[in-house]
């Protein structure tokens, strides 16, 4: 079975400080591994992946997220917070053709 | 490429009633999606389809839904005998359809309130 977990629903950073956002995911097989954005009225954004190889990707807008299999986890980060960052994230753990999503961490970037 | 495209934007019906959602993939893409999503969850798988074929479907996805794409281009999503607790954001994204994973693009929803 495919699930994921996002620890906290809400995060508040300051503009500026580091984002971590985490995500842990529950897979029977190895697992494609994915972080979405949405923010307001929109769908959903990639912003990054991981499938095979590189265990430390780089997404879009200067996030990256690291896989580690030992604690199942795959956070996101980002270095320096911006006020364009404030949105919804959602980690998502796809076996193939379906995708299971997490509940989604909402972003709040303090000026 | 405008990417996915989703209409209406916003549905406002009465309990009973039959809405019908419509989604536009990218152009070349093989395989549509569709999700539910609810206030503060994230989106829920409910069907997808390789061109035309409808190849997976949801346990959510009582029998008052059904999810058409005649031609391997657009797809409907129709939800007869509308409940409240229909009352959702739902998403269309679509994928070229490559490999066993392949990156899902999502369209803007449709958010429906059933009164």
């Known amino acids: 079975a495919q699930s994921v977990t996002q620890l906290g629903s809400h995060v508040s950073v300051s503009e500026g400080a580091l984002v971590l956002l985490r995500c842990n995911y529950s897979s029977s097989v190895p697992p494609y591994l994915f972080w979405y954005v949405q923010y307001p009225n929109q769908g959903l954004q990639l912003l990054l992946k991981?499938?095979?190889?590189?265990?430390l990707v780089k997404g879009i807008n200067g996030f990256e997220a690291e896989f580690k299999k030992s604690e199942t986890s795959f956070h996101l980060t980002k270095p320096s917070a911006h006020m364009s960052d404030a949105a919804e994230y959602f980690c998502?753990?796809?076996?193939?053709?379906?995708?299971?999503f997490g509940t989604g961490t909402s972003l709040t970037v303090i000026p | 490429d405008t990417g996915v495209s989703q209409d209406p934007r916003h549905k406002i019906t009465k309990r009973g009633q039959n809405v019908t959602f419509r989604c536009d993939p990218i152009?070349?893409?093989?395989?549509l999606y569709w999700y539910r999503q609810t206030l503060g969850q994230g989106p829920e798988f409910l069907t997808y389809?390789?061109?035309?074929?409808?190849?997976?479907k949801s346990r959510l996805l009582s029998d008052r839904f059904s999810a058409e794409r005649p031609k391997g281009s657009f797809s409907t999503l129709e939800i007869q005998r509308t409940e409240q607790g229909d009352s959702a954001m739902y998403l269309c994204?679509?994928?070229?359809?490559?490999?066993?994973?392949?990156?899902?693009?999502f369209g803007p929803g449709t958010r429906l309130t059933v009164l």
């Open positions: 389809f390789q061109n035309e074929a409808q190849l997976e």
């Open positions: 994204a679509s994928s070229l359809g490559q490999g066993v994973v392949d990156t899902q693009y």
């Open positions: 991981y499938t095979t190889g590189a265990t």
């Open positions: 998502a753990v796809s076996p193939g053709n379906q995708f299971y």
């Open positions: 152009s070349e893409h093989n395989r």
